[in-house]
């Protein structure tokens, strides 16, 4: 009895790839910051506004879930101080803060520089000032503006920019790194 194998050589070649591929697929879906997030047993931020003064020191994740009183506190802490409007930030922005922060291995304070925006204020600095878009993402609580005292501005926007969680700007003149959950994109 001569039997052909041939046929299941083909299937199993093909089952054996199919997986392989799928695997490959699944390490990539995985982001530097999901990486970055998934290695932190709690997620925290120790802020400080400069323009209200005020200083935040909070974990906000925890137990596998955000907490809902500290996103309110560092929303507050985050709000337009030119017309002191408060907006829920993306929690995945606070999720790429602390990675960058963590990712530096800094201990002092994030210094925001600017959270959110009411459309008034983006108005008025997108008039008055260049580089200011108009549906900018710190109007819907997607964007910071941060510092880290005593890192370079270039070495805050590098560490924000290898984790591949939206975009990145870096501005050497105004001394501050631009930090947004939107698409990846680097200036």
Do not use: C
Not at 28 to 40: G, H, N
Not at 46 to 68: C, F, M, P, Q, S
Not at 82 to 95: C, F, G, Y
Request: proline residues 3%; without cysteine; charged residues 20%.
């Amino acid at each position: 009895m001569n039997q052909d194998h041939t046929g299941d050589r083909t299937l199993s070649r093909r089952l054996f790839l199919g997986a392989g591929i799928g695997a490959a697929a699944t390490m990539t879906l995985t982001s530097p910051l999901e990486a970055a997030v998934r290695a932190m047993p709690e997620r925290a931020l120790n802020l400080y506004n400069i323009h209200t003064g005020e200083w935040l020191k909070t974990v906000y994740w925890a137990d596998g879930r955000y907490i809902a009183k500290s996103l309110a506190q560092v929303s507050h802490l985050l709000r337009d101080h030119r017309s002191d409007d408060d907006h829920p930030m993306d929690p995945r922005l606070l999720d790429l803060i602390a990675a960058t922060h963590r990712r530096l291995g800094s201990k002092g304070a994030i210094h925001i520089i600017s959270g959110y925006r009411s459309p008034a204020t983006n108005a008025l600095l997108a008039a008055a000032t260049d580089g200011v878009a108009q549906g900018s993402l710190h109007m819907s609580g997607k964007a910071v503006d941060i510092r880290i005292p005593g890192t370079t501005i270039r070495t805050v926007g590098r560490a924000a920019k290898s984790l591949r969680g939206g975009g990145v700007g870096t501005y050497l003149n105004s001394k501050f790194v631009h930090v947004d959950t939107g698409r990846i994109r680097y200036w």
